[in-house]
């Protein structure tokens, strides 16, 4: 059995151990790497209680043997393998079901609650543990999108988009418990399908009570919207298209071009990267910044169905979840490109929008059995 | 010579009136006498001697002539004349001879004479002879070629001209003698005087006696102009005869001379002529040297090539190419050759080994065998040695055979073409460089109850509407596969169809014999609103004209329901179709015996129509032409178009199938898709022929729906089979080039139930999408 040379390092603190190379066997999989490990970190600490570890060679995660991934790689085995542990993202669990009448057509998580909407024209907000708080009703279709605006100590801001055609603008006293509508913002002409922090669906941007401005240039329905940041805007389309706005003058700075639908895009502002679902089946990383235009940086195939939604983590620049009409959430992190960290199966039917609460993640399905 | 000198002599002493004359002719005597013939050689010496004889008489024949002649030769004349009369045919043929022989005769008859009268001829055969001598001459003359020589060394060669030679004893000329027939003479003589004829002509019978007793009768000769006979001499009879041969006169005269060289052969070492040799012979030529010099332009320019080596190795042909029939030397391409004869093996030895004998049972077996089918032609036998083998009995018969093989030899070659049945298949593009089309099922719209025959998506692509046998209609989301609204109808539904124009939010549903047209009220609710306004803000006219159908507003309840316009047909119908501008309306009622079968409604007037007054079948679908005002009407055989403008029937396409199901016009319009209940699929170019441009059969079983793409070049296919078949189907511009059409993919998802498979397919108006409706009362969506 052929042993190779490695040194562990890691960002982490807490588990870090001696910076000296060790002699581990070609053949030892993640299992052998952790306990190794944890017997390195009992020997320096006695308290030491047993820890799962994930390992990544130059950036990948390690998944079959050390010598097959290197192998793999083309990873030279003949210097010393710099091998890079952090703590197991540990397996997410199902923690509370909540029950709608009708499918829910949207979430959206804030640190203490969540606010879906659902088929049955309303939207809820739910606490954490999974207690419906309030019923915001007041459209008169399907509630297509909700979000969050902002929250002063008590008093929230929320805004509920619906195939009615119109976003209604909601002010929410936690405390009392209180729903006042402030606004109704009406324009489209055909159902609002997702709004993004005061953004509408479909090419208008909304401020106040009137659009400030319509952005046209999509061909077909436009899927998803979301802000860049203060200045720019990017809207996935069905007409197989990416387009990056520019808030102040409401034009087009930039447009990606996939071959297939998209259903759903997702920016994280930690690593700058826009992610998006599309209907076949492929989660695309793209990097809007990039002046090349429609160049796919990654593709996460691991979906049978539509991918519906795609939803960065908050805290975690790799970690992304996306959410299937196979039923399935797949949780995924960017330096596994080849299968995703975990399956969520849990749902019985089509997953229709994902949410994270700080590192949990929130997936909503649809689903008439209940 | 000298005797002849003195005979002038004498001639002069005699005669001195006729002396210079005389002298004159001795001359003339003396040469010929040099170059005399050899025929008158005998002539000559007798002459001579007669000349010794007669010296004295010469003198006064010349002057008593013509007394001679009139007296003392007369018998001979007479003689002549008679044998002239007499013998014509000689006198013809020696007419010319005569004249020269004239004197030869005379010269012959004087010995015979001699014999007879020996005084007489003293005086007559001087002059005779003399005259006989010039004729001699004149014959010479006539005769030699040697005469040129004789005349060149005398010098003066006018001394003989011929015109001095005339027989002067006559002297009237060569003219006829009968101009002298009716006088007494026959001319004048040299003295002017004339010459009489002889008193008494020979009559016949003197002719006759003559001729018997005359010996001589047949050489004798009569000349008419001294009208005397003349006696041939044996040299002159030999000499006509030579003659009549063909043969030279003279006896002596070489035919066969050896030839002598005019000029010598042997090269003489002197120049013939002492001229200077010319200044080009010692001058290079000019035309020569521009003769090399090109040549040698030539050579530097490689276009010939001096001093080629010869090539040394031998030039063979095959002889036996022509055996091969491959061989390229076959002077003739279908060169067939004979057919080899098998070598004999060792079943044909006289001493086979034992393996090739036949056994008891196989040579039963051979025996019971047909000729034809037996293996071998004969039986192996087996011989002690070579010398006891029997001489084989069936020798003519087997090369009889062979010739009558050689002889019904196809000889014909048969052309065989191997077809690599991969070529034969044409070549398409792979369905993979004609992305995009549906390849996988992406949603599954689940809700019916019982099987699903129609559905119809919203012209923004965003609403599905599917009608049932569980007599509801349901609208679909069509990205969640959420159902939005059901809604009861009063019957099992036919045939649910969106209208086309976006403007407008209606839903056409048939069921039963009810076409009633729906607002969803999905979509923009200005649209929507606008939709119920149209509806409503119909005012009818004044006179309400009776119609085929009745139209209905619906209101209460039903009117919540989205229902708006209820149209009630008289029979059941199978199939509603709008027009791309969306107000008109076609619905089908399949009935056989009745014209009635197609009605167009105009939903803004509320009004229908019935555009045909024959019936022309049972009516299975009808289509609008998506930019022109044609209308599609497809029986079970046949689809027929018609210009609604003008009311009449613009083509008429056989389809080849036995029962249509379904068809779908090309967005174009200019191309058309019928499928069929036996499981074909027709594809129509409608500029190109009214036969189908196309037909697939990939379905194993009945087609119940086609469909085509507005904008992708896509078509689909739905059957009974549970699988929509994907097909690219590209239509140029460009009138010369043929539609494209390339199976792409087969989906399947659909259960088969009651033996039905897919009822319906439509598109996505906008994407590469396909919905197919199943009797599994389920809509799948393929992306």
Known sequence: MSQLQTRFFTDNKKYSVDDVPFSIPAASEVQELSNVINKLLE?????????????????????????????????????????????????????????????????????????????????????????????????????????????????????????????????????????????????????????????????RRWGGFTPLMTLSGHNEAVSSVLWLDSEEICSASWDHTIRLWDAETGSVKTTLTGSKVFNHISYSPLCRRLASGSTDRHVRLWDPRSKDGSLVLLSLTSHSGWVTAVKWAPSHEHQLVSGSLDNLVKLWDTRSCKTPLYDVSAHEDKVLCVDWTDSRVRHQHTSSLY | MRTVNLESQKNGTMSKAKEKSAKKRVVEEDDDQIFQLPIFGKDEKKAGEEDDADLSDSEESVFSGLEDSGSDSHDEEEDAEEGDDEEDDDAVILDEILTKSRGVETATEPPATDKNTPTQPDVKTAPKQKRKMKKGEGVAMDDGGEKGLSTTRLGDE???????????????????????????????????????????????????????????????????????????????????????????????????????????????IHPVTNRPQDKRSFIPSLIEKEKVSKLVHAIKMGWIKPRKPKETTPQYYDLWAKEDPNAILGRHKMHVPAPKMRLPGHEESYNPPPEYLLTEEERMAWEQQDAEDRKLPFLPQKHSCLRAVPAFSRFIHERFERCLDLYLCPRQRKMRVNVNPEDLIPKLPKPKDLQPFPTTMSLVYIGHSSLVRSISASPTGQWLVSGSDDCTVRLWEVNTGRCMKTLEVGGAVKSVVWNPNPAVCLVAVCFESTVLLLNPGLGDRLVVSSTDQLITSYEPPEEDKEQAVTWALSEGPEHDNGHRLTLTHPKAVKQVVWHGKGDYLASVMPDNSSNLQVLIHQVSKRRTQNPFRKNKGLVQCVSFHPLRPYFFVATQRYVRVYNLIKQELT??????????????????????????????LAWFDLDLSTKPYKMLRHHKKALRGVAYHKHYPLFASGADDGSVIICHGMVYNDLLQNPLIVPVKVLKGHQITHDLGVLDVTFHPTQPWVFSSGADATIRLFT
Not at chain 2, 247 to 268: A, H, I, L, R
Request: some cysteine.
């Open chain 2, 651 to 680: 083509k008429k396409l056989m389809t080849n199938c036995k029962w249509i199901s379904s068809m779908a016009i090309h967005p174009g319009g200019d191309n058309l898709i019928c499928g069929s209940y036996d499981c074909r």
């Open chain 1, 43 to 203: 020997a320096k600490n006695g308290s030491h209680s047993q820890i799962e570890f994930d390992f990544l060679v130059r950036g990948q995660f390690l998944r079959t043997s050390l010598s097959n991934h290197m192998e793999a790689e083309g990873i030279s085995t003949e210097d010393v393998v710099e091998i890079e542990y952090v703590e197991r993202f540990t397996a997410p669990q199902p923690e509370e079901c909540m029950m709608h009448d009708d499918w829910i057509s949207s979430v959206e998580a804030d640190s203490e609650w969540i606010l879906t909407g659902s088929y049955d024209k309303t939207a809820r907000i739910w606490s954490l543990e999974g207690k419906a708080v309030m019923t915001v009703a007041g459209h008169t279709d399907v509630v297509k999108d909700v979000a969050w605006v902002r929250r002063d100590g008590l008093t929230s801001l929320l805004l509920t988009a619906s195939l009615d055609q119109t976003i209604l603008l909601w002010e929410w006293n936690s405390e009392r418990n209180k729903l006042k509508a402030r606004h109704c913002c009406r324009g489209h002409a055909g159902s609002v399908d997702t709004i993004e922090k005061m953004v509408g669906h479909g090419r």
């Open chain 2, 158 to 268: 006018y001394e003989h001209d011929t015109s001095d030679e005339e027989d002067i004893r006559n002297t009237v000329g060569n003219i006829p003698m009968e101009w002298y027939q009716d006088y007494p003479h026959i001319g004048y003589n040299l003295d002017g005087k004339k010459i009489f004829k002889p008193i008494r002509n020979k009559d016949e019978l003197d002719e006759f006696l003559d001729k018997m007793e005359n010996p001589d009768y047949w050489r004798t000769v009569h000349d008419k102009t001294t009208a005397s006979d003349i006696r041939l001499s044996d040299e002159q009879v030999d000499l006509v005869h030579r003659l009549q041969k063909g043969q030279f006169g003279d006896v002596n005269f070489n035919e066969y001379e050896p030839s002598v060289d005019f000029f010598t052969n042997e090269v003489m």
